[in-house]
């Protein structure tokens, strides 16, 4: 039993580096949706050096389903953890209007807890669908109960 602590260790900081290489291309700041309208080309950089660019469209579509106050406040690209339940998602929500957000786009009342949404496969697909461009996946190691 002793010998599994250096494996655990060593497994640990392998999975950590994992996740470093599979998450590289989440943005390194995100911006408010309001940001992104004024700009010609809205755009995000990333970790790993590649510009994460937002359709318009997908813009124009979240800014009508909120007040100027929410555009100010809505931070992009949403991110969805995926994690090892391959059934459900989670949208983390760090501001109130994303819980807002993501009841609009699903058409069903949301609640956000511990910061997270939980969404299910045929959920997922629809909002990635309508919001291709204005989410992004990262990989997570954390375990829902």
Do not use: W
């Amino acid at each position: 039993m002793h010998d599994m602590l250096p494996y655990d260790r060593m497994l640990q900081e392998y999975l950590r580096d994992e996740l470093r290489v599979l998450n590289a291309h989440l943005p390194r700041h995100q911006k408010s949706l309001a940001d992104l309208l004024r700009e010609e080309y809205p755009h995000v950089a990333c970790n790993n050096g590649s510009t994460h660019l937002f359709k318009r469209k997908e813009l124009e579509y979240l800014a009508s389903l909120i007040g100027a106050d929410e555009q100010e406040a809505l931070l992009l690209p949403m991110l969805i953890e995926l994690g090892q339940n391959q059934g459900e998602a989670a949208v983390i929500c760090g501001e109130e209007v994303v819980e807002e957000v993501i009841s609009k786009v699903l058409d069903m009342p949301i609640r956000c807890k511990q910061k997270r949404i939980t969404i299910y496969k045929p959920q997922l697909a629809l909002l990635r669908r309508k919001l291709k461009t204005t989410t992004q996946y990262v990989f997570s190691p954390r375990v829902r109960e």
